[in-house]
Structure formats: structure tokens, C-alpha cells
């Protein structure tokens, strides 16, 4: 019963509590770290370069190799048509833009 209240903003944490959601943060962060480090082929160390909390532009991800390039829908359709053979349907939608759950990286990592 003592994690059934984890996020209740009306209750205070106890330290057994803030070490659980502690232990769930640290699983999330190696999923994802384990998933940009394979997908963006970088070493530990590149990773570690720019892991540490800061949130980058379009233009300075982009050098530091954690994207392929910036553009807006149309420039997605493009490369999806040029890398993949295939042209998403016009109605398609590429990026949803309703969850029925909250989005978080636990989701999107498949595991």
C-alpha cells in the first residue's frame, strides 16, 4: 500500500517512496541513454557530453549529431518518400496530436 499514494500531491513523500520513483527515474534514464547511444551510434563518452540535463535547438542537436536534420511536416513526408519508398497518405497524420495517456519515455521506448 505504500506506493499507491506515489504522486498524491496531497500527501508528502516518505524516503522509501522518493527512493522508489528514484530507482523508476534512474531505469528510465539508462532505457533511454542505451536507446540514443545505439540510434545515434554514440559512444559512452559523446553521450555523456550532452546527456547532462540541457535541452538543445534544432540547429545545435543537429551538430552534436543527436538529429538528421530540421524541417517541419513537409520535409518529413520528403525524407520518409526518399528512405523508406513510401509517400504517407495526404491524410495521414505523422505526428498525433491527441494521447489517450500521458506520453513518457517508458512508452516510447517499446519496453
Same mark, same amino acid.
Do not use: C, W
Given at each position: 500500500m505504500?506506493?499507491k499514494? $506515489?504522486?498524491?500531491i496531497h500527501?508528502?513523500l *516518505?524516503?522509501?517512496?522518493?527512493?522508489y520513483l528514484?530507482e523508476?527515474n534512474?531505469?528510465?534514464? #539508462?532505457?533511454?541513454s542505451? @536507446? @540514443?547511444?545505439?540510434? %545515434?551510434d +554514440? *559512444?559512452?563518452?559523446?553521450?555523456? %557530453? $550532452?546527456?547532462?540535463? /540541457?535541452?538543445y535547438?534544432?540547429?545545435?542537436?543537429?551538430d +552534436?549529431?543527436?538529429?538528421?536534420?530540421v524541417?517541419?511536416?513537409?520535409a @518529413?513526408?520528403?525524407?520518409?518518400? /526518399?528512405?523508406?519508398?513510401?509517400? !504517407?497518405e495526404e491524410s495521414?497524420r505523422l505526428i !498525433?496530436?491527441?494521447? !489517450? #495517456? !500521458?506520453?513518457?519515455?517508458?512508452?516510447?521506448?517499446?519496453?
Amino acid at each position: 500500500m505504500i506506493f499507491k499514494e $506515489v504522486g498524491n500531491i496531497h500527501k508528502e513523500l *516518505t524516503s522509501t517512496q522518493r527512493a522508489y520513483l528514484q530507482e523508476r527515474n534512474n531505469d528510465l534514464f #539508462y532505457i533511454f541513454s542505451d @536507446v @540514443v547511444k545505439k540510434n %545515434r551510434d +554514440l *559512444t559512452d563518452e559523446e553521450f555523456e %557530453r $550532452v546527456s547532462d540535463g /540541457k535541452f538543445y535547438f534544432a540547429e545545435r542537436a543537429k551538430d +552534436l549529431g543527436l538529429i538528421d536534420e530540421v524541417g517541419g511536416l513537409d520535409a @518529413v513526408k520528403s525524407y520518409i518518400g /526518399k528512405n523508406i519508398g513510401e509517400q !504517407p497518405e495526404e491524410s495521414s497524420r505523422l505526428i !498525433p496530436t491527441h494521447y !489517450p #495517456y !500521458p506520453i513518457n519515455l517508458y512508452n516510447i521506448s517499446g519496453h
